[in-house]
């Protein structure tokens, strides 16, 4: 990254002034825009949306650019604003030969140069800024870099993981095309005007500073038919809605179904606890049973739905589900803990998840991974490395479930703190990053 760079840690304060600053003026006249650049599902974006909603907000016009797929969220689709503009997918092919493969990528890769060239270039009009979500860096990074420079436009990268180091995942640390991204990575990087992160392990790093689906019935069906009782809730005779007393521990996870979460973490601490459970509980006190709902898709979904057919659990039902991305917030805010098993490629981006359990106040136990203590700590959630410490962690919560004091309780109050960050708040500083540039670079 260049000196003249400016970075913004989203949710800090950390900021680096750009020398030739005041050569830029506010231009009143004329309306400025900005295009967002989103090589994947526009609705599987949650943070590029939340850019574009504050960005129509603040006054600008937004280009959002990406793959149509899921549905973005109602403001998106609302915002005057904000114009969605789709990438039309190359079919995938049926077989999944290594030798196919070596054709279909360097074709699929042609096709997004082509594509996002003749967005950037063509379709819409010239932007003041062009701001890229990094992952991919291939080919988003090299076609920002060139259209941002023919159209007098200013980058700026939302820095989200190191996508060489996803990429090493699939192939090997050594191999040419991690080599190349790891290159424009480090080569497009430095000439961005400016860098976004949500986390001060990755802002300090050398790399960059160089609703609900249906559950199982109870045994007493003739109140749940009548309305009056569902597996969590029932009715009182006043007509107020309460919890129902001995109701089960509803766990939550969100995942994209990918190589950097291991799910088998989850189900073998769902296997101790089971066990644990049907020896009449922990230290003598009664577990509650547990009902674990599963969000996402992704390729290994699949793959971890058989391995959930084959787990014989008596106290613990596991169901997975696709939510809308207004149902999946309610879900969040349902539940009484979230799991994260997200380990990081780079060890250096942390996971929305865990910002939107956070967020809407559900206290989270997140594998440890190196820099996860700076969003999960001992005011809000626990970390843990392996099966054994995950199950004695959902049993500790779980004996307190219903307890008015101790730890379950401190976690959820942590939690509810976490809930009170504001995002427009906290997106000033990025604002006021754009208005200190508002004319296109020269």
């Not at 650019?65 to 998106?76: D, F, K, L, Q, W």
């Not at 609302?78 to 789709?86: D, E, F, M």
């Not at 003739?222 to 809605?241: H, I, N």
Request: glycine share 6%.
């Amino acid at each position: 990254m260049s000196d003249k760079a400016k970075v913004i840690r989203h949710r800090g304060t950390d900021e680096r002034s750009d020398s030739n600053s005041n050569e830029h003026s506010d231009t009143a006249a004329e309306t400025r825009r900005i295009a967002i650049l989103v090589l994947g599902d526009i609705g599987r974006s949650p943070r590029m949306q939340y850019h574009a909603i504050s960005l129509a907000k603040a006054g600008y016009l937004v280009d959002f650019i990406g793959y149509a797929g899921s549905r973005p969220m109602n403001e998106v689709l609302s915002a005057p604003g904000i114009t969605l503009r789709h990438i039309r997918m190359l079919p995938q092919p049926t077989s999944a030969s290594r030798a196919l493969f070596y054709i279909y990528a360097p074709l699929k890769v042609l096709y997004q140069f082509w594509a996002l060239f003749w967005l950037l270039l063509v379709s819409i009009q010239r932007p003041h800024y062009i701001l890229v979500q990094n992952p991919p860096a291939i080919p988003t990074l090299l076609v920002a870099r060139i259209c941002s420079f023919f159209v007098g436009a200013r980058l700026v990268i939302d820095w989200h993981n190191y996508g060489h180091t996803i990429l090493a995942l699939k192939l090997r640390s050594d191999h040419p095309v991690v080599s190349l991204a790891t290159w424009i990575e480090h080569f497009f990087g430095k000439s961005a005007y400016a860098h976004l992160c949500l986390w001060m392990r990755l802002l300090n790093d050398p790399q960059l500073t160089d609703l609900f689906r249906l559950l199982p019935s109870t045994n007493d069906v003739s109140d749940a038919a009548k309305g009056q009782v569902s597996l969590f809730t029932q009715r009182k005779k006043d007509g107020a809605v309460v919890m129902r007393k001995g109701r089960p521990m509803l766990l939550v996870s969100s995942t994209s179904w990918t190589a950097d979460e291991d799910f088998s973490i989850l189900f073998d601490a769902l296997k101790i606890y089971d066990q644990t459970a049907k020896n009449k509980g922990n230290n003598g006190r009664s577990l509650p049973s547990l009902a674990v709902l599963i969000t996402g898709k992704g390729p290994q979904r699949a793959f971890y739905e058989q391995q959930i057919r084959q787990l014989e659990l008596g106290t613990v039902c596991i169901v997975t589900a696709w939510l809308s991305a207004e149902d999946y917030p309610f879900l969040l805010g349902s539940a009484d803990l979230g799991i994260s098993l997200h380990t990081s490629s780079s060890g250096l981006d942390l996971p929305m998840k865990v910002v939107d359990m956070l967020g809407c106040g559900t206290p989270v136990c997140a594998y440890d991974f190196l820099c996860i203590r700076e969003l999960v700590n001992e005011r809000n959630g626990m970390v843990f490395s392996d099966a054994a410490e995950l199950a004695q962690q959902i049993q500790r919560l779980a004996c307190q479930l219903f307890n008015q004091r101790g730890l379950y309780q401190r976690l959820l109050r942590g939690a509810e703190e976490f809930r009170r960050i504001d995002w427009d708040t906290n997106y000033q500083p990025v604002l006021e990053l754009l208005e200190s540039g508002s004319q296109p670079a020269k």
